[in-house]
C-alpha cells in the first residue's frame, strides 16, 4: 500500500513575492512558512477583497487585506488542494485554493461543511515569472492538503523543469445508478467528482450494471497504488466490496485497502455511523472529506455461515420485526427514507412472532483463538434470566429443519472457497461444534433478533450511541413473543432501556440464529432466504476512513 503521498519535493521560482522562513520561536519542531503578497483576492461569497498580503503554515493558510487590516484564515484540515491558470487578461496568473470548512452550527442554522474558493492573483514582471511563483504556491498547499511539510519548497532559483509533482492518489469510485432513489450517478457528478478533481485524484470509475458487479470486479483489481474505494451508493454495494475482498487469494492484504462510504441509497447506516464516531454533521460533503482528508481506521466485520455459504457482513444481521420493517418498505424506495417511517408503524400494528432458538457468546466471555482458530471461552459470567445454559449439537450435514427454503450460491454471497462444513476461516469457531456452557441459549417466539454491528440503522436512526466501529462487539437487540407493541416503539425510536422485561440490548461476540419457520432475513439490509446463521466476530479486519474534525472557532 503507498505511503503518505510523496518523497521530499522541490519546486523552483523567484522569491520575490514567494519566501520560506524557518520559525524557530517555539520550542517545538522548527516551523516551515510561506510568505507573499497578492494583487487580488477574491473568496466564495465575498466581493474582491483587494490586494492580501498571504502566510502558508501547517496550520493552513492566512490573509490580511491590505485596505482593512482583516484577517481570513482557512485550516489545513479544511484544505483539498490547489490549482493554477492563466488570468482573464493573462497578464498574471491565479493559484485557486479549495477548501470546505464547517460553518453554522446556530440555533436556526444547521452546521455543514460548504465550499470555499479562495482565487489569488499574483502579477510579476513577466507572465513566466508569475507562473514559477503560482505553481510553486499551488504545489506548497498541495503538499499541506496531503498532510505533508513544508520544509522541501526550496527558496533558491532552480529551472522550472526541474520541479516535480506530487503523485496523485488513485481512486477506485463505486457507482449503483439504481441506489435508493436513483440519485447514485448525479450525487456523483455533481459533488463527488468536483471534489475529487479539486484534490486531483485520479478517477476510475465503474458504474456498476447489476447485482455482484462490483464484487466481481474488485477481485481482479491490482491493490497495491489503490489509496482508497470509494463506493456511492447504500449499504449493500459495500456489502458486495468487502465480499469480493476477502474472496481474493490475497484477502489479508487486500480486505486493509481503505474503504469510504458515499451516502446514496436510502438507509446509510454505515456512513451515518462513521461520521457520527467523528462527530462531523450528515452530508456527502463530509462523507467525501472523510475519505479525502481522513485516517483509515479498523473496521469489524462478522464472519457469518449457513448451511449452503460462507460470507461477510459489516452491519447488521435482521430477522423479525426490524428486517420486515427493512424489506417490505423496499416498494417505497422513491420517497427515500420515509419509506422506514411508514413501514415501522404498519408492522408495529401488525406485530407478527417468530418461532426458532437464539444462541450467543456474551461481551463478558473471555475469548482465546487457539492455534487451529477455534474459538474457547473459558471464562465464566453472569447469565441474564431470559437465557439458559445448553448445548446446541448439529449433525453432520449441518441441520436442515426449514423445509422448502434454497440459500442462495451465486457468487454474490459465495466466498472463492465456500465452507460447505460451516468451519470459519481463518479464524473462529465452527458452526457445526457444539457450545460450550458459556453460551446462553434462548428458544420459542421472538419478535426480533437484530444483531448490529454499528450505532446507526438508517441515516437518520441513531439506534446505540455507545457503538464503535472497532468494538469487537455486536449490539443484539433481542425480543420473545411477549414484546409489547410499546415497548417495542419506546425502544426503537429512543434507543436501548428497561421499557420491558422481554425486550432488552445484549453485548455479543458471536451467536447463531436457528429459525423454525420459512421466510426472509436481511444482512446489511440485503434481503436473503431465511435459514441457520452462525456469526462471529472479526475485530478490526477491514479498514474505513473516517474524517478528522477539527471545528472553526472563526
Not at 91 to 103: D, E, I, K
Request: aromatic share 6%; glycine share 8%.
Amino acid at each position: 500500500m503507498p505511503q503518505p503521498w510523496e518523497e521530499p519535493l522541490s519546486l523552483a521560482g523567484p522569491g520575490n513575492g514567494c519566501k520560506l522562513k524557518t520559525d524557530r520561536s517555539s520550542n517545538k519542531t522548527s516551523r516551515r512558512t510561506m510568505k507573499g503578497t497578492f494583487a487580488e483576492a477574491r473568496l466564495t461569497g465575498r466581493k474582491d477583497l483587494g490586494a492580501v498580503s498571504a502566510v502558508l503554515s501547517e496550520d493552513g493558510l492566512s490573509l490580511e487585506v491590505v485596505v482593512t487590516g482583516e484577517t481570513i484564515a482557512l485550516r489545513s484540515e479544511d484544505i483539498i488542494g490547489s490549482d493554477v491558470n492563466l488570468s482573464a487578461d493573462k497578464q498574471g496568473c491565479v493559484v485557486s485554493v479549495f477548501a470546505y470548512p464547517l460553518r453554522g452550527g446556530s440555533f436556526l442554522r444547521k452546521e455543514k461543511r460548504e465550499r470555499r474558493c479562495l482565487e489569488l492573483t499574483l502579477r510579476k514582471a513577466s507572465v513566466l515569472q508569475s507562473i514559477q511563483d503560482g505553481h510553486r504556491w499551488s504545489h506548497a498547499v498541495a503538499r499541506l492538503a496531503h498532510g505533508l511539510d513544508l520544509a522541501p519548497i526550496a527558496s533558491d532559483r532552480l529551472s522550472f523543469s526541474a520541479s516535480k509533482p506530487l503523485r496523485r492518489r488513485r481512486f477506485i469510485v463505486y457507482v449503483n445508478p439504481m441506489s435508493g432513489r436513483g440519485l447514485g450517478l448525479r450525487t456523483f457528478n455533481d459533488t463527488v467528482r468536483p471534489m475529487l478533481q479539486e484534490a486531483d485524484v485520479r478517477i476510475e470509475l465503474v458504474t456498476t450494471r447489476s447485482q455482484g458487479h462490483a464484487r466481481e470486479h474488485i477481485t481482479t483489481v491490482d491493490l497495491d497504488d489503490v489509496d482508497c474505494v470509494l463506493i456511492v451508493s447504500g449499504d449493500g454495494l459495500l456489502h458486495e466490496v468487502i465480499n469480493g475482498l476477502m474472496s481474493r487469494p490475497d484477502s489479508e492484504s487486500a480486505v486493509l485497502t481503505p474503504l469510504s462510504i458515499i451516502p446514496s441509497g436510502s438507509g446509510n447506516a454505515m456512513a451515518a455511523s462513521v461520521l457520527y464516531s467523528a462527530n462531523e454533521p450528515y452530508s456527502v460533503v463530509s462523507a467525501v472529506m472523510g475519505c479525502l482528508k481522513g485516517d483509515p481506521v479498523p473496521l469489524d466485520i462478522t464472519h457469518l455461515s449457513t448451511p449452503n455459504a460462507s460470507f461477510y457482513s459489516f452491519l447488521s444481521v435482521a430477522w423479525g420485526f426490524v428486517c420486515d420493517v427493512d424489506l417490505e418498505s423496499d416498494v417505497m424506495r422513491q420517497i427515500g427514507e420515509l419509506r422506514f417511517v411508514i413501514s415501522f408503524f404498519l408492522r408495529t400494528y401488525t406485530l407478527r412472532r417468530y418461532k426458532g432458538r437464539f444462541a450467543y457468546l456474551p461481551a463478558s466471555t473471555e475469548v482465546k483463538r487457539d492455534n487451529d482458530g477455534s474459538t474457547t471461552s473459558p471464562k465464566n459470567h453472569a447469565r441474564p434470566k431470559h437465557a439458559r445454559k445448553g448445548s446446541l449439537v448439529e449433525d453432520a450435514g449441518g441441520r436442515a429443519r426449514c423445509n422448502g427454503y434454497s440459500y442462495p450460491t451465486s457468487s454474490r454471497h459465495e466466498t472463492s472457497n465456500p465452507d460447505r462444513s460451516g468451519s470459519l476461516a481463518p479464524s473462529g469457531v465452527t458452526r457445526t461444534e457444539a457450545l460450550d456452557e458459556n453460551w446462553e441459549v434462548m428458544e420459542g417466539d421472538f419478535t426480533n433478533v437484530l444483531p448490529l454491528a454499528s450505532s446507526h440503522l438508517a441515516s437518520d436512526f441513531l439506534w446505540y450511541s455507545q457503538s464503535k466501529l472497532n468494538d469487537g462487539l455486536l449490539h443484539v437487540l433481542v425480543g420473545d413473543g411477549q414484546v409489547s407493541r410499546w415497548a417495542l416503539v419506546k425502544t426503537l425510536l429512543l434507543g436501548p432501556g428497561e421499557y420491558d422485561g422481554h425486550l432488552r440490548c445484549i453485548k455479543v461476540r458471536a451467536f447463531r440464529i436457528e429459525p423454525q419457520e420459512t421466510g426472509r432475513m436481511a444482512i446489511d439490509g440485503e434481503a436473503f432466504e431465511l435459514t441457520d446463521v452462525h456469526g462471529t466476530v472479526l475485530p478490526g479486519k477491514a479498514r474505513i476512513m473516517v474524517p478528522k474534525t477539527i471545528k472553526n472557532t472563526t
